[in-house]
């Protein structure tokens, strides 16, 4: 069964760096073949993609946040981690990591972490 | 706005279909494949539909997808109360080289 769960501050600073990471059980991110990726929520509102990667491969970034967004993978834990410098109050949502059945849709989600960013 | 406009909210009674519409462009449901994700309150979103039309395991029969040139629907027959969720569609976009999401559907089961 897969699982995946996401850890990290649930508050940052304004102008820090927020660094989460996912950790994933039931499959290896170094051998099946998917992407691995990050989708956040703000309360009530949509979906946003912020980037996946392939391990060995590429990395894909939303354009609005490529300068800011760094995708990585730690095969030694299985983890993958997501990490956005200069945060603001806009970064202030639920973030999801989700593995992808190809590029665009997102098989196995994690529960979600919800991150404030304040002072 | 988002870059596959959906309605924000649709509705039916016990019983009925219901469908639910997106709307892209050449570079995303055009050339690329569409995907729908159901999200109940309170939860992380669930994979409804894949690559236009399939249904990951688990998902019942009454959930269908289609794609016509740069439009996707959802169809959700024999409507249950527990169908009551966001619903949203996805692509890739190549234009952006990235994913881009549907504003989401509010569906109300009467």
């Known amino acids: 069964q897969l699982q995946l769960q996401e850890s990290g501050p649930g508050l940052v600073e304004p102008s820090e760096t927020l660094s989460l990471t996912c950790s994933v059980s039931g499959d290896s991110i170094s051998s099946s073949g998917h992407y691995w990726g990050w989708i956040r929520q703000p309360p009530g509102k949509g979906l946003q993609w912020i980037g996946h990667i392939f391990y060995g491969g590429s990395t894909f970034y939303n354009p609005s946040l490529k300068s800011r967004v760094t995708i990585s993978v730690d095969t030694s834990k299985n983890q993958f981690s997501l990490k956005l410098t200069s945060v603001t109050a806009a970064d202030a949502t639920l973030y999801y990591c989700?593995?992808?059945?190809?590029?665009?849709?997102?098989?196995?989600w994690g529960q979600g972490t919800l991150v404030t960013v304040s002072s | 706005q988002s870059v596959l406009p959906q309605p924000p909210s649709a509705s039916g009674t016990p019983g009925q279909r219901v469908t639910i519409s997106c709307s892209g462009s050449?570079?995303?449901?055009?050339?690329?494949?569409v995907h729908w994700y159901q999200q109940l309150p309170g939860t992380a979103p669930k994979l409804l539909i894949y690559?236009?039309?399939q249904r990951p395991s688990g998902v019942p029969d009454r959930f269908s997808g289609s794609k016509s040139g740069t439009s996707a629907s959802l169809a959700i027959s024999g409507l249950q109360t527990e169908d009551e969720a966001y619903y949203y569609c996805?692509?890739?976009?190549?234009?952006?080289?990235?994913?881009?999401f549907g504003g989401g559907t509010r569906l109300t089961v009467l």
């Open positions: 989700a593995r992808f059945r190809g590029v665009a849709a997102a098989d196995y």
């Open positions: 050449s570079s995303n449901i055009g050339s690329n494949t």
């Open positions: 996805a692509a890739w976009d190549d234009s952006l080289n990235g994913v881009v």
């Open positions: 690559t236009n039309t």
